[in-house]
């Protein structure tokens, strides 16, 4: 039987940048700078909530008001000043490191309790439940920050995730990481659709299971679970 593919049900945020539309943001855009080579948990957090933002009116932010668009695709100007205020709010970087994900929990569960948005966010989720909470915030249109987590006990070794391309003959490799956060926007069979670097890509989920069993840790290797109190 063929299983359902689970998807957010709007358009993912989109950005106008030299003439052409990214899927989501992208660090790099931030030329030199931690900005640069450690934006990604910053990128992915002001995406997710710009997502929530748009197309939830219980999910309505103050930082975001001069920002909304009712087609979710922003300016690239308009959306690089929403990600410097949402970094000097709430997403710091450290820099060489980033934002390590059980920070970046807090840190989006703040922004939830400043705007008195019934929602509450935290990091990690034990590995076996995984599947299943990506697929639970999809059917509630809330995009998943999934933590590809870096190589462990020793982070200089360098296994790396692949990420794909969807073709008409199937998925194409077409890069790979460590150390990253990406927004997981689908999930159907074993593929999961994801924004990174402003650009659509997949990760095979076994790929990513035995990532995390073979070259990583579940304590940096999670996600953002965002729940309704009530429902999720």
Known sequence: RRQRQMCIRDSYIAIMKDGKLSYGGNQEWWKGGSMSGYGCGTIAATDMLLYL????????????????????????EVYEKCVETMRKKYFPIIPGL????????????????????PLKGAFGVRSRNIPNRIKAMLAHDIPVILA??????????????????????????????????????????????ISSWGREYYINFYEYQNYVKKHSCSLVLSLIHISEPTRL
């Open 53 to 76: 933002d748009l197309h939830k009116d219980y999910c309505k932010g103050k930082e975001f008001q001069e920002e909304e668009k009712g087609n979710g695709i922003l300016d690239a």
């Open 98 to 117: 980033g934002i390590p994900g059980w920070l970046l929990g807090i840190e989006v569960n703040r922004y939830f309790i400043k705007n008195r948005i």
């Open 148 to 193: 590809i987590g870096p190589n462990f006990p020793i982070p200089l070794r360098e296994h790396k995730l692949a990420f794909y391309n969807k073709t008409e003959e199937g998925y194409e490799k077409i890069a790979e990481t460590a150390a990253h956060f990406v927004v997981v926007t689908g999930f159907e069979s074993e593929w999961l659709r």
